[in-house]
């Protein structure tokens, strides 16, 4: 049981060009969800997902889109990178009677 | 929406208790979370209120007060490993029940 797994731990990007970061969990959680994470602006969700083939913006959507093909995977594709998406992305998932959310271990994206 | 708001640093002495203050105001509510967050690692779950009232876990305990948008993370006996970010998040009613989260308070735990 691997919990949520995040590739690639480290990414560097140029501006212009585009990227997908994967998610998957093993948890067969319904609720999966994107955030970034900035230096004095906490979690801000991107886009999340209640099950497969429904999916919905968060606070920060604009420059990301996303699928839900499978309760596994959510991945999260940055379309033209900027520099302003140079930050940590997590992705979470959520489920059981706690309503308790997991973590990956988050991506370390540089745009230059 | 959710606003939330937490302050931004604490600091506290090695076995003392300390509280941390999430006041929050939304358009729906179906619960609230805490997390706590080492540098450099992600959130890890502590908490999930409901329901009005305190809830232990260990060392650590969480309150909440839905009638006045107020919870609070109290953790007891502080150990140095317990300097971190503790993150109030917030999850809407309604059908998709996103979860919102706080900006964070550092708290540093001093000897």
């Known amino acids: 049981n691997a919990g949520v797994t995040q590739t690639p731990k480290f990414q560097v990007l140029k501006t212009g060009q585009s990227m997908t970061l ?22 801000r969700l991107i886009h999340y997902s209640v099950g497969a083939g429904i999916t919905d913006q968060g606070e920060v959507p604009n420059g990301y889109n996303v699928s839900r093909s499978t309760t596994e995977d959510f991945p999260l594709r940055l379309l033209s990178a ?14 059981g009677d706690n309503y308790e959310q997991y973590f990956g271990p988050g991506t370390r994206l540089t745009v230059t | ?29 179906n619960g609230l ?5 080492h540098a450099g690692e992600a ?21 909440l007060s839905r009638s006045k948008g107020y ?34 308070t550092k708290l540093q735990v001093i000897p």
Request: negative net charge; glycine residues 10%; charged residues 15%.
């Open chain 2, 33 to 37: 979370f805490w997390y706590q967050q």
């Open chain 2, 71 to 104: 919870s609070y993370l109290l953790l007891k006996e502080l150990q140095m490993k317990d300097s971190a970010s503790y993150l109030c998040a917030v999850r809407d009613a309604g059908g998709y029940q996103k979860v919102t989260f706080g900006t964070g």
């Open chain 2, 43 to 63: 959130p890890t779950f502590l908490s999930y209120n409901v329901l009005d009232g305190l809830e232990e876990k260990g060392r650590f305990s969480s309150f």
């Open chain 1, 22 to 43: 994967q998610c998957a969990q093993d948890m067969n959680h319904e609720y999966m969800s994107w955030y970034r994470q900035d230096p004095g602006m906490g979690l």
């Open chain 1, 82 to 95: 900027a520099p302003s998406q140079t930050s940590v992305y997590f992705c979470a998932s959520m489920g």
């Open chain 2, 1 to 29: 929406g959710q606003n939330i708001d937490q302050p931004t640093e604490m600091t506290a002495t090695e076995g003392a208790i300390v509280q941390i203050n999430c006041t929050y105001q939304t358009s729906g509510f």
